[in-house]
């Protein structure tokens, strides 16, 4: 039997021993507690600590929380600070605090919902789609690393305010197949440090925010620009951001090249899935923080795209814990001769079920179908559409 799509769930403590308003689920998709039956303190106190989770189709109503919709605010807000540069209005430092708290509060409440739909979803602009992965990769780093929550939220802020000042020229460089000329050469590299003058004249932002966007084209190796720092001389800041950088352009890719994604041939071993992914890259960058960031996500990270054995296109919207290098399940989209499916069809993956053939990439990000992609999280409310 196919587990049920889920989705998280926050108990609120006033539902202490009363009737669980849904079935409860964990991680793995493993019944805690049915509908109906009380709620014991233990279980609402694990709901704070660890994700329990409800059927999709069977939210509560006190638990409507909306992280894909924040997404999507978030980078359209960014365009509009954006458009607002170029008449001469600078953004606020209390408007890009909340804009970073908002794009923490997304990712704690459905982290994986948020990368996949980051991957998969048509931003505003790409830039704003590239510094919002971004985003979030450096909070899976920095929670890996056991930063305090705050400085989580300061290196989001970061990365979300990287390229202030020049995401129009990020989109045209995104959007272009020719090498840069001589004038956006000049832009590009002064773009960390016009965007650092920037947030220093939007008031009082934290001293680590500034000099992570001011050092995130730093390389450890000496390489990078505008200062050409090394190793321990650029900030923890600025290396977890250079990663989170590095690896959300290879998954999102150019015009002129193509995304970088996971190879199925690398997929069972790190250190050959790190050395595809980040190719010469790797000897500029962090390896300890590169490897953070892998193991996190694992070698199907939400929003991957495979093909399955019986032909069908399908999607891990969801990262097993525990699960080791292979997921559990999968959802597909498409059946074997490519016709979108009504539903999605939650796919158990192992040996005597359906496994995965391979990476279904080739088809990011222009080939996809124009899908309800919230849905695959379960975040699809009154059929409403957020792309």
């Known amino acids: 039997m196919s587990t049920p799509q889920l989705r998280p769930l926050v108990l609120p403590p006033t539902l202490d021993g009363l009737p ?52 999507r605010d978030v980078g359209e807000a960014l365009a509009l600070i954006e458009t607002l540069l170029d008449s001469g209005s600078g953004p606020r430092a209390e408007e890009l605090l909340d804009l970073a708290a908002q794009c923490h509060a997304a990712w704690r409440f459905d982290p994986d919902a948020c990368i996949g739909y980051a991957r998969l979803a048509r931003p505003p602009a790409a830039a704003a789609g590239h510094v919002l992965l971004a985003a979030l990769f450096v909070a899976e780093i920095g929670h890996a690393h ?95 951001l250079r990663v989170a950088d590095v690896l959300a352009a290879r998954l999102r890719g150019r015009q002129w090249r193509h995304p970088r994604y996971w190879n199925i041939a690398h997929a069972t071993q790190r250190e050959q899935l790190i050395r595809h992914i980040f190719e010469d890259d790797l000897e500029r960058l962090d390896k300890h923080i590169v490897r953070l960031l892998i193991d996190r996500l694992g070698p199907f990270p939400p929003g991957s795209m495979v093909r399955l054995s019986n032909g069908e296109l399908a999607l891990i919207n969801r990262r097993d814990a525990g699960a080791g290098l292979r997921p559990q ?37 222009h080939h996809l179908p124009d899908y309800d992609w919230p849905r695959l999280w379960g975040y699809s409310e009154h059929g409403g559409r957020v792309h």
């Open 20 to 71: 669980a308003p849904c079935d409860l689920f964990d991680a793995h998709g493993t019944l805690l507690l049915r509908a109906g039956h009380p709620l014991a303190t233990a279980l609402l106190n694990a709901s704070a600590s660890r994700r329990v989770y409800c059927q999709a189709q069977r939210v509560p109503h006190f638990a409507r929380q909306a992280p894909l919709r924040t997404l």
């Open 329 to 365: 399940r999968a959802l597909s989209l498409t059946d074997a001769r490519g016709r979108i499916l009504g539903e999605p069809r939650p796919r158990p993956l192992g040996a005597r079920d359906h496994h995965i053939q391979g990476y279904a990439h080739d088809l990011q990000p």
């Open 146 to 240: 056991g930063l305090p929550a705050q400085r989580v939220e300061h290196l989001i802020g970061a990365a979300l305010t990287m390229n202030l000042g020049s995401l129009a020229l990020h989109d045209t460089m995104h959007a272009s197949r020719a090498a840069p000329d001589e004038e956006q050469q000049l832009a590009l590299a002064d773009h960390p440090q016009r965007a650092a003058r920037l947030l220093v004249a939007s008031g009082e932002l934290p001293a680590e925010w500034i000099a992570a966007v001011a050092q995130h084209h730093e390389n450890v190796d000496g390489s990078g620009y505008p200062l050409g720092l090394e190793r321990n001389a650029i900030t923890l800041g600025a290396r977890m």
